[in-house]
Every structure is written in structure tokens, then in C-alpha cells.
């Protein structure tokens, strides 16, 4: 099989370079009553991050991108809407599943990476035929989550790093897989929903399988509710789930802090904006739209994939 080797030389550097550059010229205004020293740090980080980026985009190059129209039968704008009876039935469905095959297997996160980066590596590679290498290096933090406080990790797309910012329970293995499809190249929301969903859920590992399935409640739950906290919160304790999945699920909707709160409301906006400007439908895609491109894809007589991909 072809295989392709993307450095992501910016990931292992020991801080984010985007910090760096942003923060040290003002950290040394501070420290050392000057700017120059920071500046000149600033420029070199510039440097390294600029350096592996253009590495990396010469080596996708020659990727074979997945054509999801083709694959899957639908893609952004091809979806059609998943009716809230068949919502409710799949909530149900997945609650059963996640009571049955509950596992409270913790892996660290180092090992977890690596398992994860594998299996999406080995998903992408049975669609393209091409197996894709890239960094399983993950961040704890970055100023990202001073900008989305709303935002569980992040991918900065073009040098390709990735930070955590929280112990996202048993939701880790999706977070981390969503924003390692970023690292691949696929930039738009929708794709690394999917492609994090299929990859975890053909792994075989019980622990990658719970992540993928309550991912995938989570955002029909938050379709049913919309912005509505107490009933999204209603509606997990009508599930009748396991006091740990439960825990799991209602932690994603806490009470925001004054400045989460504020934050959050104006930097969403922005990103919805940011997301429709480049084609997509707006923050929407990470729960309706993924929920409608499962099914979508379930439902379609075109797609070159097979439908139980998408089966509860």
C-alpha cells in the first residue's frame, strides 16, 4: 500500500509556536523592560512554524483525498434531514448500547494517542488506499482556550498542533480523533466528525467504541434541545443510563462562568460565521449535521462504502 509521511515538525516542539510568536514580545516587555529579545524569539518561532508548515504541504501533495459524495453518498450541502421520531429511536438505540458495553478502561493519554492515530491511519487507508502518517502528539494546553472556552480541544490547521484542555472522560478518544483529522488535512467539521466516528467504531477496542457511540448521543441530544440546558439535562436522566455515563453526559452542559459565559457567546458567532465562509453550514455541522450525515449515508443507494458503517 502507498504510504505517505506528513513531519508535523511544529508538534514536537515543546511549546506551541503560535504561543510563542503571540505572547513573547510582550513576556519580554515585561521580564527584561524590552521588546527587541522577544521579538527576535518571536521571529524565530515564525521560522519554525512557517518551515514545518510548508513540509507539510509539500508532502500532502500526493494524497488521495476521500470524496465523501462518492463514498458515503453525501457531503455538506447533499444532506437530507434525519426526522426527530427516528432522532428519539436513535437515542434510545445508543443509550442501550452504552449501558450494555459499558467499560470504565482509562488509557493514558500518550498511549490513547497513539492507538487512535492508528486506527484513523488504518480507516482513511481501507477508503483511499493510501496510508497517511502523521504526529500523535497531543498539547495540554494552548492560548486557544482563552479565545474558545467553549472548545474541548483544538487543531491548528495549518502546523497541524493539537491541544486538549480538559479530561474529557470518555468523550477523549472522539476529541482526540476529531482534531487528528484536521492534523490529516481535512479541515471542514463535518469530515472530522465522520471520519473520527467510522475510525472508532471499526477499531475494536471497547474503549474507542464507547467514546465514538457517546459522541454520537450527545449530539442527537443536542439537536432535540438546542440551546435549551435544563431540557438537554431532563432528557439524560429519562435515558435511565448508568449513573457513570449519565455523570459523562450531563458534564458536557455545565452552568458557564461569567467569563466562559460572555466569551463563549460572541467567539461562537464568529466561528459559525467563519464556518459558513468557507463552506460550510456553521457550528450546526459538529451535531445536526453530523447526525444527518449518518443518516444520509445510511440511507443512500450511491455510496461506494457500506451502510453498517452507520449502524447503531
Same mark, same amino acid.
Given at each position: 500500500?502507498?504510504? &505517505?509521511?506528513?513531519?508535523?515538525?511544529?508538534?514536537? /516542539?515543546?511549546?506551541?509556536?503560535?504561543?510563542?510568536?503571540? +505572547?513573547?514580545?510582550?513576556? *519580554?516587555?515585561?521580564?527584561?523592560?524590552?521588546?527587541?529579545?522577544?521579538?527576535?524569539?518571536?521571529?524565530?518561532?515564525?521560522?519554525?512554524?512557517?518551515?514545518?508548515?510548508?513540509?507539510?504541504?509539500?508532502?500532502?501533495?500526493?494524497?488521495?483525498?476521500i $470524496? !465523501?459524495?462518492?463514498? !458515503?453518498?453525501?457531503?455538506?450541502? %447533499?444532506?437530507? #434531514?434525519?426526522? $426527530?421520531?427516528?432522532?428519539? $429511536?436513535? &437515542?434510545?438505540?445508543?443509550?442501550?448500547?452504552?449501558?450494555?458495553?459499558?467499560?470504565? #478502561?482509562? &488509557?493514558?493519554?500518550?498511549?490513547?494517542?497513539?492507538? =487512535?492515530? @492508528?486506527?484513523?491511519?488504518?480507516?482513511?487507508?481501507?477508503? +483511499?488506499?493510501?496510508?497517511?502518517? %502523521? *504526529?500523535? #502528539?497531543?498539547?495540554?494546553?494552548?492560548? @486557544?482556550?482563552?479565545?474558545?472556552?467553549?472548545?474541548?480541544?483544538?487543531?491548528?490547521?495549518?502546523?497541524?498542533? =493539537? /491541544?486538549?484542555?480538559?479530561? %474529557?472522560?470518555?468523550?477523549?478518544?472522539? =476529541?482526540?480523533?476529531?482534531?487528528?483529522?484536521?492534523?490529516?488535512?481535512?479541515?471542514? #467539521?463535518?469530515?472530522?466528525?465522520?471520519?473520527?466516528?467510522?475510525?472508532?467504531?471499526?477499531?475494536?477496542?471497547?474503549?474507542l467504541?464507547?467514546?465514538?457511540?457517546?459522541?454520537?448521543?450527545?449530539?442527537?441530544?443536542?439537536?432535540?434541545? /438546542?440551546?435549551?440546558?435544563?431540557?438537554?439535562?431532563?432528557?439524560?436522566?429519562?435515558?435511565?443510563?448508568?449513573?457513570?455515563?449519565?455523570?459523562?453526559?450531563?458534564?458536557?452542559?455545565? $452552568?458557564?462562568?461569567?467569563?466562559?459565559?460572555? =466569551? *463563549?457567546?460572541v467567539?461562537?458567532?464568529?466561528?459559525?460565521?467563519?464556518?459558513k465562509l468557507?463552506?460550510?453550514?456553521?457550528? *450546526?455541522?459538529?451535531?445536526?449535521?453530523? %447526525?444527518?450525515?449518518?443518516?444520509?449515508?445510511?440511507?443512500?443507494?450511491?455510496?461506494?462504502?457500506e451502510?453498517?458503517?452507520?449502524?447503531?
Amino acid at each position: 500500500m502507498d504510504e &505517505i509521511r506528513i513531519p508535523n515538525d511544529a508538534t514536537y /516542539a515543546p511549546f506551541s509556536l503560535t504561543d510563542v510568536i503571540a +505572547t513573547a514580545p510582550l513576556a *519580554s516587555r515585561l521580564l527584561l523592560g524590552a521588546t527587541l529579545p522577544g521579538r527576535v524569539v518571536s521571529a524565530a518561532a515564525f521560522g519554525m512554524y512557517a518551515g514545518s508548515a510548508m513540509k507539510d504541504w509539500v508532502s500532502r501533495r500526493d494524497m488521495r483525498w476521500i $470524496d !465523501f459524495q462518492r463514498e !458515503f453518498g453525501c457531503d455538506v450541502k %447533499t444532506l437530507q #434531514e434525519m426526522p $426527530d421520531s427516528v432522532r428519539r $429511536d436513535d &437515542i434510545e438505540k445508543l443509550a442501550r448500547r452504552l449501558n450494555d458495553g459499558w467499560t470504565d #478502561e482509562k &488509557i493514558p493519554r500518550e498511549d490513547l494517542a497513539v492507538s =487512535v492515530n @492508528a486506527h484513523l491511519t488504518e480507516f482513511i487507508a481501507g477508503v +483511499t488506499g493510501q496510508r497517511v502518517h %502523521t *504526529s500523535s #502528539e497531543v498539547r495540554d494546553f494552548t492560548l @486557544a482556550k482563552l479565545v474558545f472556552p467553549f472548545a474541548m480541544g483544538v487543531c491548528d490547521i495549518v502546523s497541524g498542533d =493539537v /491541544a486538549l484542555f480538559r479530561d %474529557t472522560g470518555i468523550f477523549e478518544p472522539h =476529541v482526540i480523533c476529531h482534531e487528528f483529522v484536521h492534523r490529516k488535512g481535512y479541515w471542514k #467539521e463535518l469530515h472530522a466528525q465522520g471520519l473520527s466516528y467510522f475510525s472508532l467504531m471499526s477499531s475494536g477496542d471497547p474503549v474507542l467504541v464507547q467514546s465514538a457511540l457517546a459522541e454520537r448521543l450527545h449530539r442527537q441530544l443536542k439537536v432535540l434541545t /438546542a440551546e435549551d440546558a435544563q431540557a438537554y439535562h431532563d432528557l439524560v436522566d429519562h435515558l435511565g443510563m448508568r449513573k457513570e455515563l449519565a455523570e459523562e453526559l450531563h458534564s458536557l452542559r455545565p $452552568d458557564p462562568g461569567a467569563y466562559e459565559g460572555s =466569551v *463563549s457567546v460572541v467567539m461562537k458567532r464568529l466561528y459559525d460565521e467563519r464556518m459558513k465562509l468557507t463552506g460550510q453550514n456553521g457550528i *450546526s455541522d459538529y451535531d445536526e449535521g453530523f %447526525t444527518n450525515f449518518l443518516w444520509t449515508f445510511s440511507n443512500s443507494g450511491q455510496a461506494r462504502q457500506e451502510a453498517r458503517l452507520a449502524a447503531v
